[in-house]
């Protein structure tokens, strides 16, 4: 589609339902925003409010709505960090345990947010100076305003606050998607939108592009967190490999096919299940 803005490209999967899967020069989180006709609802939001606000502007103007919802796939910031950039009148949802997660790691995430912005704001005012490609002054901007923004007192998150410990359906006039409660398996609490009818998975985090041994034994930046139940992470990821699916949105990366989901299952059993992963980093 076309859509102006430097943090993803966006796409109408089928009528109504779109995804904004990250640019490739900003990597980062992917998102969707579904017009049922009477409700327009955000899966999930984006680490950088800007693109949030640009997520937010793209979906007013394919859909002609403002946003009814907004659903958080699980609680980690890359997915979530956007949600205070909606109105408060908007509900957010997500499954209780990730409102849980949200709380138990909430001060160490500001606490680390506020620890890197200081030294960000200053490292970015420097190179903003030298650049002179005019996407990248952009950028540059936006991440100074996003530091200050971490640096002010008064900076807070938005949790999700309307909560539920089970799947369920939004009926639109228009489209229908099944809002499917996962459990534990990428995070504690992970959900996934399933179109049925339109052969489209939302996977959230469960699914990546390319998932990468080295996310979990880098030392800088900290280490991604292990699944919370790689077990049933490869069965859900083998269960919905083997629906009739067709277009497959992961958490990160490209639009996946079965082939990657296949790689996943692969890739999780390996390191998480069968432990190659401690035997890597030993
Ligand atoms: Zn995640």
Not at 33 to 44: A, P, R
Not at 176 to 190: F, Y
Not at 232 to 247: A, Q
Request: net charge negative; charged share 25%; hydrophobic share 35%.
């Amino acid at each position: 589609m076309d859509f102006k803005t430097i943090y993803f490209d966006l796409y109408e999967l089928s009528p109504g339902i779109y995804t904004a899967i990250t640019a490739e020069k900003l990597p980062s989180s992917n998102a969707g925003f579904f017009d049922f006709g009477n409700y327009l609802v955000i899966f999930d939001t984006l680490f950088d409010p800007f693109s949030t606000i640009d997520l937010i502007e793209a979906s007013k103007q394919f859909t002609n709505k403002e946003p009814s919802f907004v659903i958080n796939s699980h609680y980690h910031m890359d997915h979530l960090l956007g949600n205070r950039k909606f109105p408060l009148n908007i509900p957010i949802i997500s499954s209780s345990k990730a409102l849980s997660e949200y709380y138990k790691n909430l001060n160490d995430t500001l606490k680390r947010y506020k620890g890197i912005a200081g030294q960000e704001l200053k490292r970015t005012k420097e190179i903003v100076k030298k650049e002179t490609e005019p996407d990248k002054i952009l950028e540059y901007n936006n991440d100074i305003k996003t530091y200050t923004e971490f640096l002010d007192e008064n900076f807070t998150l938005r949790p999700p606050d309307f909560i539920t410990n089970s799947s369920f359906t939004i009926q639109g006039t228009k489209n229908q998607v099944q809002i499917v409660h996962i459990g534990d398996a990428h995070t504690s609490g992970d959900m996934i939108a399933y179109f049925e009818k339109e052969k489209i998975v939302f996977m959230g985090d469960l699914l990546f592009e390319q998932p990468d041994p080295s996310w979990y034994t880098r030392t800088n930046p900290a280490p991604a967190d292990p699944p919370a139940n790689p077990q049933r992470l490869c069965d859900t990821l083998i269960e919905y490999m083997e629906k009739d699916i067709d277009i497959y949105i992961p958490g990160h990366g490209k639009i996946c096919s079965k082939k990657d989901l296949q790689e996943n299952a692969e890739f999780f059993e390996k390191y998480f299940i069968k432990n190659e992963i401690t035997k890597t980093a030993a």
